[in-house]
């Protein structure tokens, strides 16, 4: 166990700080657990294979694992022995190959049954190890190797290299330090307070920096306990937090509406929420109705932060109580600076809309090989989010839209989040997400896309629209349809659902 005095600057020294019969790791489905002992052992044992198998500092190693025990052993040995490409188990053939091929994959881990997209893309190009779990839940990599000795990384070694979304352009890699993580995962722990006797509920994918990052870096740095099922299953939610006592998880808004959705005909407090002390909103805009909603339901306080992979995940977060919740905001800066900068490049006074920068030490230098990213997205020490939004007196963020979605509407800028918050306070509304259209007179014409709960016809909503919004917000179509289409993390894809309203393909 680290002396308190030491403070972590590698995933690996982030493990060294809990006794080692505490409990880091619960996998409910098939009731095991893991000490922390346990795990560090793991955890320097795969990395020595890695190294055995020829794997060296900086190399990168493709992770194609479902979550689970091997994801997150592999996960923190390839960001010791190598670095750690963490790739959705989801994708086909063709999106692996081009993501293990834009990162020069040392080699690809897959778990012993499925992973066969993957296995594919790999074919005889790049070499392929298994991540097998036994029913004592030791993680292994077959075949073994030799014997290695995988050394221990510096807190300036990229210990993960992931990829933006893409959705505006081919993808950019993010090669985020050990430094990096471990700063944000302190972040975390600061801010919501996390301690030993936290037990957090990992519903992310751990391919993503919001589940790697929130719910098990920081939970692990804090000397807590990760409960990881394997998927995220609503049915099970309840029993999951009763059985391990859970006190707080961290989810997209698609999983807190589900959960609600799960939640409305239940007259007393639901899912045994007696242990949870509060529930942490991120990744995507979190509706103020909807955060009232689950505040109602679940008796804790929801809050909604702000992170995104290029600063190692958070950036903002709503403080818990004594502190102020402002619903519709993404609370003050955590451990970085967040400022507002106009067009010139000038930082915007209190209240002034313009781009959000931010820099401390959680975010990236430079993107990878990419100098006309970096171009773009550093001035003047600033990292450049390409997200609008307005600082309050407070010091809290509003975010009021991404600058690439904004509509203009004969010169009026107009943010489609506002609109999505007003759609989602009409009583029939579920989801709801605006867009531009093209219009002969004024370029672009609002529109808009909602899931209904209830019936609602589009009249009823056009007429709900006239009556909280100034006349060139107004959308002049809304299409009801069954689903929204968004990210695996839960972004929503606005564009996708312009190009399938537009085209007549819902």
């Known amino acids: ?170 993808p950019k890699r993010v090669p985020l330090k050990h430094r990096h993580l471990v700063v944000s995962a302190r972040n975390i722990v600061e801010t919501y307070r996390l301690g030993p006797e936290d037990v957090t509920l990992c519903v992310m994918p751990l391919f993503h920096v919001h589940g790697l990052v929130a719910s098990v870096l920081a939970t692990l740095l804090s000397g807590g306990t990760v409960v990881v099922p394997s998927r995220f299953n609503p049915r099970s939610f309840r029993r999951l937090v009763q059985d391990h006592r859970v006190t707080w998880y961290s989810a997209v808004p698609t999983i807190h509406q589900i959960l609600l959705a799960r939640a409305v005909n239940v007259s007393q407090r639901p899912y045994g929420a007696e242990t949870l002390r509060f529930i942490r909103s991120c990744s995507a805009p979190f509706s103020p109705e909807t955060m009232r909603q689950m505040e109602d339901r679940f008796g804790v306080p929801v809050l909604e932060a702000y992170g995104m992979t290029e600063a190692a995940h958070q950036m903002a977060s709503n403080p818990l109580p004594p502190g102020a919740r402002k619903p519709g905001s993404v609370g003050p800066g955590t451990g970085l600076h967040i400022s507002i900068m106009d067009d010139e490049g000038q930082p915007c006074p209190t209240g002034q809309i313009g781009e959000v920068v931010i820099r401390g030490p959680s975010v990236i230098e430079s993107y990878e090989n990419n100098p006309e990213a970096d171009a773009g997205a550093f001035v003047q020490g600033w990292f450049r989010t390409g997200d609008q939004g307005l600082l309050d007196s407070d010091g809290y963020l509003w975010l009021t839209g991404r600058l690439k979605e904004l509509i203009n509407r004969g010169g009026e800028k107009i943010s489609p989040h506002e609109i999505d918050n007003v759609l989602q306070t009409h009583p029939a509304v579920a989801e709801a997400v605006c867009f531009g259209v093209p219009h002969p007179t004024w370029g672009e014409a609002v529109a808009a896309a909602v899931v209904l709960r209830a019936p609602a016809h589009e009249a009823d909503l056009l007429s709900f629209c006239r009556a909280r919004l100034a006349e060139f917000k107004r959308p002049t179509k809304i299409y009801i349809v069954d689903t929204i289409p968004r990210t695996v993390t839960g972004k929503l894809q606005r564009r996708a659902m312009a190009d399938a309203c537009t085209k007549g393909a819902i």
Do not use: W
């Not at 025990?69 to 996960?75: D, E, M, Q, R, T």
């Not at 994959?105 to 190009?125: M, V």
């Not at 029913?135 to 070694?157: C, F, H, M, N």
């Open 1 to 170: 166990m680290m002396n308190k005095a030491q403070s972590p600057t590698t995933l690996l020294e982030l493990l060294n700080t809990a006794p080692d019969d505490k409990l880091a790791i619960v996998l409910p489905d098939s009731g095991l657990s893991v000490t922390y002992q346990a795990l560090r052992l793991q955890v320097a044992a795969v990395a020595d294979a890695f190294a055995g198998h020829g794997i060296s500092r900086g190399e990168r190693i493709a992770l194609a694992l479902p979550n689970g025990l091997p994801a997150i052993v592999c996960f923190l040995a390839a960001s010791s022995a190598g670095t750690a490409a963490p790739l959705n188990p989801a994708y086909q053939a063709t999106e692996f190959r081009f993501y293990m091929d834009d990162i020069a994959a040392r080699t690809l881990i897959i778990p012993r049954q499925g992973g066969e997209d993957a296995r594919r893309a790999a074919a005889e190009r790049i070499p392929i190890l298994t991540a097998d779990m036994d029913a004592q839940g030791t993680v292994t990599i077959e075949p073994r190797s030799p014997g290695g000795a995988a050394g221990s990384p510096g807190a300036e070694d990229v210990a993960l290299v992931l990829h933006t979304s893409g959705s505006t352009g081919r």
